[in-house]
């Protein structure tokens, strides 16, 4: 009967019992993206903001940290530098497993990762359409009105496929790995609806993309340049591509970086926020010839 | 908020406690009685007619029969006892100037060695002679009373032989007082209670109210209540009208599912005469496909349910189609904004009659479904607007023999969605059509049908069974065909298939005046059906495609039984035992139930009180990664090895006290707890692709986290209903929490459906040609996450740090108090002969935009939110004929 009574009570209660509000704890965070040797690694320690001032990244930099990179081998001490980077003197071999760990004034960041083998682009190939094609250029919804803001226009779909190989000295332990690729013409433009079916970054499970007759991991994304007409050929331009390979913590964090504004990336940072990831990274910027309309498709870039 | 609410509860508590013991009677004018030797019906018949008093009598005890007497006074009882002076007859009160004539030999309610008997019978209607389940019977004198089951029949044995004094109510219709025969199967026709201007409530009628049902938290509203109450779409709908009780919420807006007591829509079960319905939804769950006129009778146990019921943890409506009119045959037309319908029923034969309904949009008809359209380039194209959705409702059944009855019963409901258009819509309708190179097309249908006998037979005037067979499938289905560029196409085609196949064998064993007993088995097989069929063509040459089926079986069986135990004359008691297993994953589960009733005064206070668990072996799930199927996309996912069925413990305590002959004044408390039911893996998930993962149970269960939650609060609603005006309103406070321990939550949270707060009320008046009504509700908002700190990461690709806030605290926040009121005008007249009903429902008339959702730009200097907002004012209108 008493507890009974007590459930009356607290429901009686209702919102008084409910939770005052947000908090705004003041938090480290922690970005650092450690790659073999012979790069050396590079930390960045901030902290954040409240959500109802105004906020700098540059001010939120912190300088006086302490920051450790502990190995089997032994402990990595990173030195301060300007603007609340530290970086390491010597680098870690690839495959070896860290925990980094960051101290400020009494609080406490700290996020395990692997330093992954070293990955390069074997070669691009670029297939351009003889012709631009008819396409929506949506750029967004107003559900509250109904409006639609929409235009419609020419676009290249450009295919490019990136080809790697094998880690050197791959053993099945390799086969954690996730890999991030990205297409950035230097010259973007975006469309609500062509995004969803343009390809212009990934991430997914390396072994996905293996093509066992080719012995080599193979992706084909696919962005577009912008035109006026019909007959406008493809206009010279030039198209940064990237290959990055990490662990399945980076690859949450990339998969998790769109819709800003319902939510956040998520981190591996334990008593903070960022990431902290192993990352072999490789990229290059390719210039991308105009051609004349209705040539033969063709491969038009290799590293 | 909180003060009023504290207020609120000491007046109701107050009242609850303070009044007792009945006023005495005083009659007025003064009485003169003067007979001698005067037949005893003339002078009964003289007495009614002078003084106004009900007096109910047998002929075949007055006859012959004369009395003697002068009496000048004005105390009734001692005018009657003048008057039946030496007849071997007494009058006893049963009601405020309502007496019946008994013998004073008989039937006197003492347990003596007399032979006795069963008293027992069927309630119907007097309009329609339909059956009346739950309705009340009562013995005043042996303080004893029953409810009949879905037949209508009731059975109280142990009865000495003789004439009994028996009284019948019905929520909706008037009381009927009677002399019943033991050992002789009556029929009671109950007549409906006119709701018009001036009816005035009997001050004992209250008596006759208080319900014996003893499990708390029911509610069975009678479908003119719910025809009465504001809606939306211009026509009566149940789940709308729910939504005006206390601790029933919608999902969104104006659509979703029902949100009871802070649960999950898929926690309820809704039944239509005894066959599952799963997705009992119409217009993208805008109304609901309970075509509020073809039902009988509607239940809906909040939380705990008796041991019939189970497989969910949150409430189960159970809706009895009418059998149709035995006596005339009848047809309504009705026209609302959103539908047309109709109702026709008709007698057959003597002991046989139908229902059939229909209803149906008219969108599609009035701006067309297929639009063949050309430009001046000679180019031909077919654009479609189609959207329609029907119904279709019907119902035949026969009294085989007196004591056996079957019924078919029958539904389909469809949405089809039909589109094919261009890209560039605008609010300009005729630019719409025109060929297009670039468009979207969506192919959607979704749907029930169900198909249900039951056959009912009184073995004995104690022994009732009831067999039912059922077979009830649901149905989806999109495909898509998305061209955003002349190179890119998205193609899928989605397919969804639940059906159910069940046999329900229940018994109703009157055992005694303190026992009886309720049992059966059921038996269902599942049979789960999907499949995906999608590609992409991104360019000329890069295509992905998906391609999934997915096949389970399941077999969920159970045996129940429970009795209602009437210890004493104040106390009922009912404990139950419900064992169920599920093939998949081999579980077997003993959920038992125990609710108690004492009346401490059958008009004053009567408490409710009880404990039970439940089971819930089919959870809802919704992939929450691909855009592609996203209007079908929820599944029903059987439990499995994998995913352990969804349990619940829920504690309940209820008061009903009616302190005044208008007023009736409820309260209710629950707490509930759950285990494994399934949250979101990650809450923040947003769709982000055309195509996901699949459609695989794996896939999908990856998406989901094993949790438990919590839920406890309070509801108080006070009810009047004098002549023409009718009063509802109500409180509710209370929480429902949640957390996943899988994920490290050590606290719980708000649920997604946590409203700590809500107020309602009601105010119509019903006359002869004019009903008006308003409805208001106010209520805490939804939770909502809402961020706490802002930062920056610069990722391996990008050129700057990019801004993003940091949400550490799910359900943190919440969104604005939700407000509306509404405003329902009906007017009746006649005209051609055909009696008509015209209808304007006036939704949120103060235009407030409740917010049901909130985003956050994280590039903003300073952290506003952006709102999404409801439905403003909108008039909706309704026309109805009735033949």
Same mark, same amino acid.
């Given at each position: 009967m008493m507890r009974l009574v007590v459930v009356l009570l607290a429901g009686l209660c209702g919102a008084a019992c409910d939770s005052g509000g947000p908090v705004a704890p003041e938090q480290l965070v922690v970005e650092a993206f450690i790659e073999a040797s012979p790069q050396t690694p590079r930390v960045v320690v901030r902290r954040s903001g409240l959500p109802d001032a105004s906020y700098a990244p540059a001010a939120a930099l912190v300088d006086g940290a302490t920051v450790h990179a502990r190995t089997a081998a032994g402990t990595l001490t990173f030195a301060p530098e300007a603007g609340g980077t530290y970086t390491a003197a010597v680098g870690l071999p690839a495959r070896t497993p860290f925990k980094l760990e960051v101290e400020v004034e009494g609080a406490r960041a700290t996020a395990s990762g692997l330093v992954p083998p070293q990955i390069a682009l074997a070669d691009i190939a670029i297939n351009v359409p003889d012709t631009p094609v008819e396409a929506v250029l949506l750029e967004g919804f107003d559900l509250d009105s109904l409006g639609v803001t929409l235009d419609e226009g020419f676009i290249y779909p450009i295919e490019v496929t990136l080809r790697w190989a094998r880690p050197a000295g791959y053993s099945p332990a390799d086969s954690v790995y996730w890999v991030q690729t990205r297409l950035a013409p230097v010259v973007a433009f975006t469309s609500t609806v062509l995004d969803f079916f343009l390809l212009a970054e990934d991430v997914f499970n390396e072994q996905t993309a293996w093509q066992p007759g080719a012995r080599r991991y193979e992706w084909t994304g696919v962005y577009a340049i912008l035109v006026e007409t019909r007959t406008t050929p493809l206009p010279v331009h030039e198209l940064d591509v990237g290959l990055l390979r990490s662990t399945e913590a980076y690859a949450r964090f990339a998969r998790t970086r769109a819709d800003r504004d319902r939510r956040e990336p998520l981190s591996n940072v334990a008593g903070g926020l960022g990431i902290v990831a192993g990352i072999a990274l490789d990229s290059t910027r390719l210039h991308v010839p105009q051609r004349p309309m209705a040539s033969t498709p063709q491969t038009v870039g290799e590293k | 908020m909180l003060r009023s609410a504290v207020v609120w509860s000491v007046l109701f508590g107050g009242l609850l406690l303070v009044w007792s013991g009945t006023a005495p009677e005083v009659w007025a004018q003064r009485i003169v009685v003067s007979t001698e030797a005067e037949p005893l019906d003339v002078g009964l018949r003289r007495f009614r007619a002078e003084t106004g008093v009900d007096l109910v009598f047998a002929q075949r005890l007055v006859r012959g029969k004369r009395s003697s007497c002068r009496y000048e006074g004005n105390s009734l009882d001692d005018a009657l006892a003048c008057l039946l002076r030496g007849t071997g007859l007494k009058a006893e009160a049963v009601r405020r100037r309502q007496y019946v004539i008994v013998s004073d030999t008989v039937a006197e309610p003492v347990l003596s060695s007399a032979r006795r008997g069963v008293l027992a019978g069927f309630v119907t209607d007097a309009e329609t002679g339909e059956a009346l389940p739950s309705a009340h019977v009562a013995l005043p004198a042996w303080q004893i009373g029953t409810i009949t089951n879905e037949a209508g029949y009731f059975a109280l044995p142990s009865l000495p032989e003789g004439l009994h004094y028996v009284r019948f109510s019905y929520l909706g219709y008037e009381v009927q007082d009677t002399l019943l025969a033991i050992n002789q199967r009556s029929r009671i026709a109950l007549q409906p209670q006119a709701f018009v201007a001036g009816a005035v409530t009997i001050e004992d009628e209250r008596r006759n109210r208080a319900s014996l049902q003893v499990v708390p938290g029911l509610l069975n509203m009678p479908v003119q209540q719910v025809e009465a109450l504001p809606s939306f779409g211009g026509e009566a709908d149940l789940f709308h009208t729910l939504e005006w009780m206390p601790g029933i919420n919608k999902l969104g807006s104006v659509n979703g599912g029902m949100v009871i007591r802070g649960g999950t829509p898929d926690q309820n079960l809704y039944l239509i005469d005894g066959a599952p319905v799963y997705h009992p939804w119409h217009a993208f769950s805008l109304i609901s496909t309970f075509q509020t006129e073809t039902f009988q009778e509607v239940k809906l146990w909040r939380g705990a349910f008796p041991a019939e019921h189970g497989g969910r943890l949150s409430s189960v409506m159970e809706a009895q189609l009418r059998d149709g009119n035995r006596d005339a045959p009848q047809a309504q037309a009705a026209l609302s904004l959103l539908s047309g319908r109709f109702v026709i029923e008709s007698p057959i034969t003597s002991n046989a009659s139908f229902m059939l309904a229909g209803r149906r949009s008219y969108l599609d008809k009035l701006i067309g479904q297929q639009h063949p359209v050309s430009n001046a380039a000679g180019q031909r194209d077919t654009l479609r607007t189609g959207y329609y959705f029907y119904d279709w409702n019907a119902k035949l059944s026969l009294d085989l023999t007196p004591r056996s009855k079957l019924s078919f019963s029958f539904y389909r409901g469809r949405d089809v969605l039909d589109l094919r258009l261009? &890209? *560039? $819509? /605008? $609010? *300009? &309708? /005729? /630019?719409? $059509?025109r060929p297009a190179d670039l468009f979207f097309e969506v192919d959607q249908n979704w749907g029930n049908r169900l198909y249900a006998m039951r056959y009912q037979y009184l073995f004995s005037s104690r022994f009732f069974v009831s067999v039912n067979v059922y077979n009830s499938a649901y149905e989806a289905a999109e495909g898509s065909v998305i061209r955003p560029t002349s190179s890119a196409l998205l193609a899928s085609q989605y397919r969804v298939r639940l059906r159910d196949i069940g046999l329900r064998i229940s018994g109703d064993y009157v055992h005694s005046q303190q026992h009886q007993l309720h049992f059966g088995i059921q038996v269902a097989q599942h049979r789960f059906r999907s499949s995906l069929d999608g590609r992409i063509q991104r360019s000329a040459t890069a295509q992905d495609t998906l391609t999934n089926t997915n096949r389970v079986e399941a077999m969920d069986m159970a045996a129940y039984v429970e009795d209602t135990w009437r210890p004493t004359a104040r106390l009922r008691v009912q404990p139950g035992l419900r064992v169920s297993s599920f093939s998949e994953g081999q579980y077997l589960y003993v959920t038992p139930r125990l609710f108690a009733q004492y009346t401490f005064d059958p008009v004053y206070f009567i408490l409710r009180g009880g404990f039970s668990r439940q089971v819930q072996y089919l959870q809802h799930l919704r992939d929450r990664y691909s855009f592609a199927y996203d209007l079908v996309s929820i599944r029903w996912v059987p439990a499995s090895d994998e995913v352990r069925p969804g349990r619940s413990r829920q504690a309940s305590l209820g008061a009903e006290s009616r302190p005044l002959p208008s007023l009736t004044l409820t309260a209710d408390a629950y707490w509930r707890d759950l285990r494994d039911i399934l949250l979101p893996e990650d809450p923040f998930r947003v769709k982000d692709g055309l195509i996901g993962p699949g459609i695989d149970v794996g896939t999908l269960l990856g998406q989901y986290t094993p949790g438990v939650g919590r839920a406890y609060g309070v509801e108080l609603s006070a009810r009047y209903e004098q002549g023409p005006w009718r009063v509802w309103a109500s409180y509710a406070g209370g929480r429902a929490l949640d957390r996943a321990p899988e994920q490290g939550d050590e606290t719980l949270r708000p649920a997604r459906f946590d409203v700590p707060r809500e107020a309602r009320t009601v105010i119509a008046r019903v006359g002869q040609r004019w009903d008006v009504s308003l409805a208001g509700t106010v209520r805490s908002g939804y939770p909502h996450t809402v961020p706490e700190a802002r930062y920056v990461v610069q990722g391996p690709f990008d050129a700057e740090p990019v801004r993003y806030l940091h949400r550490p605290n799910i359900n943190n926040g919440r969104l604005p108090a939700y407000m509306r009121f509404d405003v329902s005008v009906g007017y009746r007249f006649g005209w051609a002969g055909v009696a008509w009903e015209a209808e304007l429902q006036l939704y949120n008339i103060l235009n407030r935009r409740n917010v049901f959702d909130r985003f956050y730009d994280p590039d903003q200097p300073t952290l506003r939110g952006e709102d999404r907002l409801g439905l403003p004012f909108l008039p909706l209108l309704e026309l109805q004929a009735s033949l």
């Open positions: - | 261009p &890209f *560039d $819509l /605008s $609010l *300009d &309708f /005729s /630019s719409w $059509l």
